[in-house]
T-cell receptor, first 114, second 111 residues
């Protein structure tokens, strides 16, 4: 256990479903991130939250909707996904936005869209 | 974000030291050098980071060239559990310095 917990670990959903991924950290970090890792591709940064405010959205389609209700929790709401959205979704947190701090990652949610 | 160049893959023997190289010739003065590794079916794991001086921790050592245009991650005694993809990443020192991953080096460890 890394200190960043992601649920569920595995998720299968149909293209018309709505589901949410959850991420929780109790490390006292104030920045949280969503990454996507597709097969054979590097991790792609999706969203950045700093002090519960979204500070970056890397051209992610609107069918992905993040939410950060407090500094310990981060959600990724999913709706009308496509099969190409099947991937490992990783959450991370860090003490701050600066380069002197490392990230702590969760184990990810393996998403399959059918 | 400044770019890094790493070999696609490396092999090592168990219980021997491993030196994983990384080139970052366009590094800026405020960029930190971060290393992460990712074991199969897991999220990335922080290994070490540094700015100018060499760094040691319980997992590894980071040797940074004097001109900071390259660095080397040193695993002092490779074990089978060290087989992973190792990522060398430059992260800006400012508040918007995010972690942008490349392809990394896939390290295989032979018994």
């Amino acid at each position: 256990e890394t200190g960043v917990t992601q649920t569920p670990r595995h998720l299968v959903m149909g293209m018309t479903n709505k589901k949410s991924l959850k991420c929780e950290q109790h490390l006292g970090h104030n920045a949280m991130y969503w990454y996507k890792q597709s097969a054979k591709k590097p991790l792609e940064l999706m969203f950045v939250y700093s002090l519960e405010e979204r500070v970056e959205n890397n051209s992610v389609p609107s069918r992905f909707s993040p939410e950060c209700p407090n500094s310990s929790h981060l959600f990724l709401h999913l709706h009308t996904l496509q099969p190409e959205d099947s991937a490992l979704y990783l959450c991370a947190s860090s003490q701050g936005g600066g380069g002197g701090y490392g990230y702590t990652f969760g184990s990810g949610t393996r998403l399959t869209v059918v | 974000d400044a770019k890094t160049t790493q070999p696609n893959s490396m092999e090592s023997n168990e219980e021997e030291p491993v030196h994983l190289p990384c080139n970052h010739s366009t590094i800026s003065g405020t960029d930190y050098i971060h290393w992460y590794r990712q074991l199969p079916s897991q999220g990335p794991e922080y290994v070490i980071h540094g700015l100018t001086s060499n760094v040691n921790n319980r997992m590894a050592s980071l040797a940074i060239a004097e001109d900071r245009k390259s660095s080397t991650l040193i695993l002092h005694r490779a074990t089978l559990r060290d087989a992973a993809v190792y990522y060398c990443i430059l992260r800006e020192g400012g508040s918007q310095g995010n972690l942008i991953f490349g392809k990394g080096t896939k390290l295989s460890v032979k018994p």
